[in-house]
């Protein structure tokens, strides 16, 4: 194995997924903690003189307690290098959530215990299994009540449609918790609570044989233990790794993220059976991640440090080695490019890299050279198509309050346009240059708002408008201008420059479609 293999062999390269609130912003810490990133685990409810959530950055999701934006998180770990992506769990993010995804190797899926599998985690559940990612499940809160780990794993298997093999179980829940018992060294872990308000468990480790683990357990929980060990043993699915790798089974792990019990014992055994790099598709053919470089962007964000004023391009390495200052060709364009300020990111933090490998995320500043999707490489003709687009659900208008500052504001709603934030359209037609926002959940409506104010100076009001759906149209320009639109539709232009109909109703809009059967039309972007 050359160097370069061995490099791309420590990689692991995975997503965290939930619901809201089912601690994964607690987990990514502690996780951050083994890897020495952190030397003091916050909470995204911290007070005083805690330390805030390093992966929710943004002023925004500090004030809301809620992740918005997706967040890159690299760290070394038993000899390992990692690259963790952190999604917004909240529904109005899916699509950022989705476009990360893309980047990601593998998936963690977080579970709360007394809460199950929800909405969200089925959504993005369902896009990790298009994708045929291996999916691994914590099932966190154990210190909590909840529907128990059998009818839990039952509901996995029936909710999700997925396979699932515990790989460690858990003694008891809620106020019965006692540790966990690991399938694979037949060791106990047993938990000890701590006084109110530590945020570590004490931890102690004995043979399942161990006297003490029975005293401590008592009776009752350590022959519930053997039973179910014996039912498991008996009736439940063996490890198999070629399963799991093909996203067909779910190792499952139990513990708890807050008190930091459990965490290590899936971090060590996630990392031997989560894989490295694999090829992936372009137009053309299977490209192998010891290929020459080649890369793609799956993520636009401005303004991560507000003293600079800068926009990163998160480019997830396919292929081969990078080096800085290395000239590459851009596929869009035909252009080349030379690389000469990529990035090591930590949430916001960044320092420059020198070198990276196939599974590693950079960050690239070049201002206005990248949209989504984007390909890089050395011989030009690769192109990646793993950014999906999505079709807005939500609609309204947008104008500055201070006519002085439309500058700013325009800068401002293209760059968010850019990083797929939301989509921009123009009445052509109108006097004024007045945006309409298209967006996947109403709650960007906030965020744009907010980021508008704070990173370009620029206060805003949102107006409703009546508009539900939208088709993009092409043809001949002639037949378009020909439409009739009625009162109840509306013709624009995305920021691209390709024509688009808003209409109050999918029933409005089927009718211009059977009306105009020489023109195109499409969810999606042409």
Known sequence: MNSLQTEIARRRTFAIISHPDAGKTTLTEKLLLYGGALQLAGSVKAKGNQRRATSDWMELEKQRGISVTSTVLQFEYSGLMLNLLDTPGHNDF???????????????????????????????????????????????????????????????????????????????????????????????????????????????????EDPEVKKTVGDRLYQQLLDEIELLNVAGEEIDLNQILAGQLTPVFFGSALTNFGVQQFLDQFIKIAPAPTERLSQDAAIS????????????????????????????????????????????????????????????????????????????????????????????????????????????????????RYKHFEKGVNQLSEEGLVDLFWDHRAQTRTPILGVIGKLQFDVVQFRLLSEYGVKTTIYPVPYTEIAWVTGPEKDIMNIFFGSENKLVKDNSGNYAILSISERQLDFIKLRNESLQFSESPP
Request: with cysteine.
């Open 289 to 404: 991640p010891d290929n020459a470089f080649s890369g793609f962007v799956f993520k636009i964000q401005a303004n991560m440090d507000p003293a600079h004023r800068d926009r990163i391009a998160f480019l997830r390495i396919v292929s081969g080695e990078f080096e800085k200052d290395m000239e590459v060709i851009h596929s869009r364009t035909g252009k080349t490019l030379k690389l000469n300020r990529p990035q090591k990111l930590f949430a916001r933090d960044r320092e420059t890299v020198e070198t990276a490998f196939a599974g590693d995320i950079i960050g690239l500043t070049n201002p206005g050279a990248f949209r989504l999707g984007d390909t890089l490489s050395l011989d030009g003709v690769l192109k990646y198509e793993e950014v999906p687009a999505f079709k807005p659900e939500a609609f309204a208008s947008i104008q500055s309050e201070d006519v002085a």
């Open 94 to 208: 899916s699509a950022d959530t989705y476009r990360t995804l893309t980047a990601a190797d593998s998936a963690v899926m977080l579970i709360d215990n007394a809460k199950g599998v929800e909405a969200q985690t089925k959504k993005l559940f369902k896009v990790c299994r298009q994708r045929g990612i291996p999916i691994f499940t914590f099932v966190n809160k154990m210190d909590h009540e909840g529907i128990g780990p059998l009818d839990l794993l039952s509901e996995v298997e029936e909710t999700l449609g997925i396979r699932s093999v515990p790989m460690n179980w858990p003694i008891g829940q809620g106020a019965d918790f006692q540790g966990i018992y690991d399938r694979q060294t037949h060791a106990v872990h047993l938990y000890e609570r701590t006084a109110r308000g530590a945020t570590t468990a004490g931890h102690k480790e004995y043979q399942l």
